[in-house]
C-alpha cells in the first residue's frame, strides 16, 4: 500500500502505552499496533528505499535484562535503514510526534576513531565542522548519543573543534509534534526533506567515517 503517514491511532496507542506499559494493555491494543504504527512503516519503507534504502523496524519489547526498569515494551516505534554509503536512516514516531534522523548515532569504534581522526585534521577538520554548521543553519540538531566530559585521550582539551571531538558519533535531525499531516502523505515528504537537508554532512560522514569494518561481535 502507499505511505499515508500514521493514522492518530498510533499517537493514542503510544500515549495509553505509557501510562499503562503491561502485557494487558498490549495484548488488548495489538490490532492497532499492526494497523497503526507497524503497516504505515512497511509501506514507508517501499517508499523510501530505492533512494535510502530498506527500512528495519525496531522489535517492540524492550530489553529488560540488565535495566532496573523492567517495563516490558518500548514507548515509540523507531525504523533504521542504511545507506550505500554508511548513513543510517531513521524514523521514530511516538505520543510526542515524530522524530527524523540520520548519520552515525552508534559508530563501531573503528567508525568513531575515523571521525575524531578526520575532525583532527587541519585539511578535513574545518571542513566537517563546517558542514555542522551548514545543517545547523538549515534547522536540523546535530549531536550524538553521548559525548565526553574532557577531550578524547590524546587530543587536547584546547582543540578548535573540541566541541565535536568529545561526541560519540554525529547524527543530525529534527521533532515534529504531533500535527494532523502525520496522518497525511505530506509526513513523506517531512520525513525526506530531513534526510536531504542533512546531506551536506552525512555525505562528508560517509567519505570519512563510511562503515564498520570490524566483524559484528567487535563493532557492537
Same mark, same amino acid.
Request: hydrophobic share 40%; net charge neutral.
Given at each position: 500500500?502507499?505511505?499515508?503517514?500514521?493514522?492518530? %491511532?498510533?499517537?493514542?496507542?503510544?500515549?495509553?502505552?505509557?501510562?499503562?506499559?503491561?502485557?494487558?494493555?498490549?495484548?488488548?491494543?495489538?490490532?492497532?499496533?499492526d494497523?497503526?504504527v507497524?503497516?504505515?512503516f512497511?509501506a514507508?519503507?517501499?517508499?523510501v528505499e530505492? %533512494?535510502f534504502?530498506?527500512?528495519?523496524?525496531?522489535?517492540?519489547?524492550?530489553?529488560?535484562?540488565?535495566?532496573?526498569?523492567?517495563?516490558p515494551?518500548?514507548?515509540?516505534a +523507531?525504523? =533504521?535503514?542504511?545507506?550505500? *554509503?554508511?548513513?543510517?536512516?531513521y524514523?521514530?514516531i511516538g505520543?510526542?510526534?515524530?522524530?527524523v534522523?540520520? +548519520?552515525?548515532?552508534?559508530? /563501531?569504534?573503528?567508525? $568513531?576513531?575515523r571521525?575524531?581522526?578526520?575532525l /583532527?585534521d587541519?585539511g578535513?577538520g574545518?571542513? $566537517?565542522?563546517?558542514?555542522?554548521?551548514?545543517?545547523?543553519?538549515r534547522g536540523?540538531e =546535530?549531536? /550524538?548519543?553521548?559525548? $565526553?566530559?574532557?577531550?578524547?585521550? +590524546?587530543y587536547?582539551?584546547d582543540?578548535?573543534?573540541?566541541?565535536l571531538l568529545?561526541?560519540? +558519533?554525529?547524527h543530525a535531525?529534527?521533532?515534529?509534534?504531533?500535527?494532523?499531516?502525520?496522518?497525511?502523505?505530506t509526513? $513523506?515528504?517531512?520525513?525526506?526533506?530531513?534526510?536531504?537537508?542533512?546531506e551536506?554532512?552525512?555525505?562528508?560522514l560517509?567519505?570519512?567515517v *563510511?562503515p564498520?569494518h570490524?566483524?559484528?561481535?567487535?563493532?557492537?
Amino acid at each position: 500500500m502507499a505511505f499515508r503517514g500514521w493514522p492518530a %491511532e498510533a499517537i493514542t496507542f503510544y500515549a495509553g502505552l505509557q501510562a499503562d506499559n503491561t502485557k494487558a494493555f498490549w495484548e488488548a491494543n495489538r490490532a492497532v499496533y499492526d494497523e497503526a504504527v507497524k503497516a504505515p512503516f512497511a509501506a514507508l519503507s517501499e517508499a523510501v528505499e530505492e %533512494e535510502f534504502g530498506a527500512l528495519h523496524l525496531f522489535r517492540p519489547h524492550r530489553d529488560v535484562r540488565f535495566s532496573k526498569d523492567k517495563s516490558p515494551y518500548k514507548t515509540a516505534a +523507531g525504523a =533504521v535503514a542504511e545507506g550505500e *554509503g554508511g548513513t543510517r536512516y531513521y524514523v521514530q514516531i511516538g505520543s510526542e510526534g515524530l522524530y527524523v534522523g540520520c +548519520g552515525y548515532y552508534h559508530p /563501531a569504534p573503528d567508525q $568513531l576513531e575515523r571521525w575524531r581522526a578526520a575532525l /583532527a585534521d587541519d585539511g578535513t577538520g574545518p571542513v $566537517l565542522a563546517a558542514a555542522v554548521e551548514e545543517v545547523r543553519g538549515r534547522g536540523l540538531e =546535530v549531536g /550524538a548519543r553521548s559525548a $565526553l566530559a574532557t577531550a578524547p585521550r +590524546g587530543y587536547p582539551r584546547d582543540h578548535p573543534r573540541i566541541e565535536l571531538l568529545r561526541l560519540k +558519533g554525529c547524527h543530525a535531525g529534527r521533532t515534529f509534534p504531533p500535527r494532523r499531516w502525520l496522518s497525511t502523505k505530506t509526513a $513523506l515528504d517531512h520525513i525526506t526533506d530531513t534526510w536531504r537537508q542533512a546531506e551536506p554532512l552525512t555525505r562528508l560522514l560517509d567519505v570519512h567515517v *563510511g562503515p564498520s569494518h570490524l566483524p559484528p561481535d567487535e563493532a557492537r
